[in-house]
């Protein structure tokens, strides 16, 4: 707000001081992932056909956990709709795919799988579910598989196996709220050294399933010439700050709110020069993921991390490749323009 009162730009501090609110509740932000856990999390439920679904993810997916796993997928023919936040399933999807590529570190195979379910009273009984009809979707891996006692806390809030800074704990716990609250279950199968089955479990929907719009990353884009920068953070006031220092360098910004949006844009054919992304991004995929899932794609794409964790911790221990950087939070704005001069201004 200084700067553009020095500026005389006054017309523009109402979005500023609107931020400014929102910037006093971010500590909310770890709120709002217990309540999906609580399962009181907003959702937009729609009549969904998971085939499709499944279908439109396949090969971000096989994108996403690279080439030494193979990707399968088992779609059931004649599937019932299911009411569901087909968002929130997507990314459900995409957060057990990285956790069955995370317990294959030598590669291998991950299958997707969808059925009709009947559950009569002994099976529903087993599933904490109503006895009825359910809409299945079974994520498999042939990884390290897991023992009982890890299984009994994997949907712990904050429970995790992984290393530090590879994961918050939070995935499974808020698949399990969210499959909760639609009024579903999910469940684990699994032993050690035999590989790991999760399946969904949704109820059926008696009605005709959702036609998805494509999704069109063109439209999130504001063309202000000069090269292109896509920015990827959860917090929409970072986010906005980030988005105008782009615009503020007469480059091209496009926006993504958390992995799966920002992947879905860098496999379209939009010429990027710098990827811009928070470490600490929501629903299982942080911005180290995201950043080695483009190189799949986009070998030479230059990567600036934001984060405001340690940075060895989080991003593989601080071996960056050369073409990546990094920006601790809290930082100065002019020292973020700089960095992306520097990176993206001179080629």
Same mark, same amino acid.
């Given at each position: ?53 499944v279908s439109g993810m396949e090969d971000l997916i096989r994108r996403t956990v690279g080439p030494q796993i193979a990707v399968e997928t088992g779609a059931k023919g004649g599937l019932w709709a299911t009411l569901v936040d087909p968002n929130q399933?997507? #990314? ?6 990285? #956790? ?40 498999? $891996? #042939? ?17 995790t196996t992984k290393p530090i800074g590879m994961g918050t704990g939070l995935g499974l716990s808020m698949i399990y709220g969210f499959a909760r609250q639609s009024g579903g279950q999910v469940r684990i199968y699994s032993e050690a050294g035999q ?37 990827? $953070? ?9 988005? =105008?220092? /782009?615009? $503020? ?23 990027? =020069? ?5 470490? %600490? ?5 942080? %911005?180290?993921? /995201?950043? =080695? ?18 940075? #060895? ?32 201004? $001179?080629?």
């Amino acid at each position: 707000m200084q700067s553009r009162i020095q500026q005389g730009r006054i017309g523009e501090l109402d979005r500023y001081i609107i931020g400014a609110q929102g910037a006093a509740k971010r500590a909310a932000a770890l709120t709002h992932r217990l309540l999906a856990f609580s399962r009181r999390q907003t959702l937009d439920p729609r009549p969904t056909d998971v085939n499709r679904l499944v279908s439109g993810m396949e090969d971000l997916i096989r994108r996403t956990v690279g080439p030494q796993i193979a990707v399968e997928t088992g779609a059931k023919g004649g599937l019932w709709a299911t009411l569901v936040d087909p968002n929130q399933l997507e #990314n459900a999807l995409l957060n057990l795919c990285i #956790n069955a590529r995370d317990a294959m570190p030598e590669g291998g195979k991950i299958i997707i799988e969808t059925g009709n379910r009947w559950l009569d009273d002994r099976a529903a009984r087993e599933r904490d579910l109503p006895r009825g009809q359910y809409v299945s979707m079974c994520v498999s $891996d #042939n990884g390290i598989g897991m023992t009982p006692d890890v299984i009994a806390k994997a949907f712990d809030p904050f429970f995790t196996t992984k290393p530090i800074g590879m994961g918050t704990g939070l995935g499974l716990s808020m698949i399990y709220g969210f499959a909760r609250q639609s009024g579903g279950q999910v469940r684990i199968y699994s032993e050690a050294g035999q590989g790991t089955m999760v399946c969904l479990y949704l109820p059926r929907h008696h009605g005709e399933e959702q036609v998805e719009s494509p999704y069109e990353p063109s439209a999130e884009r504001r063309d202000v010439g000069g090269k292109t920068i896509l920015v990827v $953070d959860d917090e929409p006031l970072v986010r906005m700050l980030l988005v =105008d220092a /782009v615009e $503020d360098l007469g480059f091209a910004p496009l926006e993504a709110e958390d992995g799966v949006q920002a992947l879905k844009i860098l496999r379209s054919d939009i010429h990027l =020069d710098l990827l811009i992304t928070d470490v %600490g991004l929501p629903n299982g995929m942080n %911005g180290r993921q /995201v950043a =080695d899932a483009a190189r799949e794609v986009r070998p030479d794409l230059k990567v600036l991390f934001v984060t405001g964790y340690a940075e #060895n911790a989080v991003l593989s221990h601080g071996h960056l490749d050369r073409s990546m950087q990094v920006v601790t939070k809290p930082f100065d704005m002019t020292v973020l323009a700089a960095r992306i001069q520097e990176m993206v201004g $001179d080629e």
